[in-house]
């Protein structure tokens, strides 16, 4: 499985695989993404800051997509908790989604793998990284915590109201 970074001509391909993802969290009763999150402003903030990527199989299909964001991210301005450290070293994973044609392949465990390893040998300034998830997503739950992170604190309202979402952090070792 390799990450590429995403360029504007990748844009509608991004967008069919954030709303597959959309679709499929609706599909299991989960309430994240129902709205104007992640839109196509999003999007095209991501790729022309060079934040967004594919996620491409060994045969080079396009299985899913990513954001890496680079602080700082004011999404989490309003953390109801304590960071594991408290530095301006950080990214943050975002809008993680597998396109269900591809879903139980072990893509999103490899996926979470190859960005942890990259940053850790490739980004020797970034001291930790952040991610969040809807408070009824347990799968994601399940896969960030499995890859290491820990839980430390909610972010209330702030992709829409009344919306808790949770919010993890891993050191890097750098």
């Not at 999007?43 to 934040?51: A, R, S, Y």
């Not at 989490?76 to 591809?102: C, F, M």
């Not at 820990?150 to 070792?173: D, F, M, W």
Request: a negative charge; aromatic letters at 8%.
């Amino acid at each position: 499985m390799q990450i590429k970074q995403a360029t504007m001509n990748d844009l509608d391909q991004i967008i069919e695989i954030l709303r597959d993802g959309r679709d499929q969290l609706a599909s299991q009763g989960i309430d994240q993404w129902q709205g104007d999150y992640p839109n196509v402003e999003h999007v095209q903030e991501d790729i022309n800051n060079g934040f967004a990527y594919l996620v491409q199989s060994d045969d080079d299909e396009t299985v899913g997509a990513l954001s890496i964001v680079e602080a700082p991210d004011h999404s989490y301005d309003e953390l109801h908790g304590d960071w594991l450290i408290d530095t301006d070293k950080y990214v943050v994973i975002h809008r993680v989604a597998i396109h269900s044609n591809h879903a139980g392949k072990g893509y999103a465990s490899a996926l979470f793998t190859n960005v942890i390893d990259y940053i850790k040998a490739h980004r020797q300034d970034i001291k930790t990284i952040r991610i969040d998830t809807h408070e009824d997503n347990k799968i994601m739950q399940h896969l960030i915590t499995k890859n290491g992170f820990t839980k430390v604190g909610e972010l209330h309202g702030v992709y829409r109201p009344q919306e808790i979402s949770y919010v993890y952090a891993l050191l890097t070792g750098n």
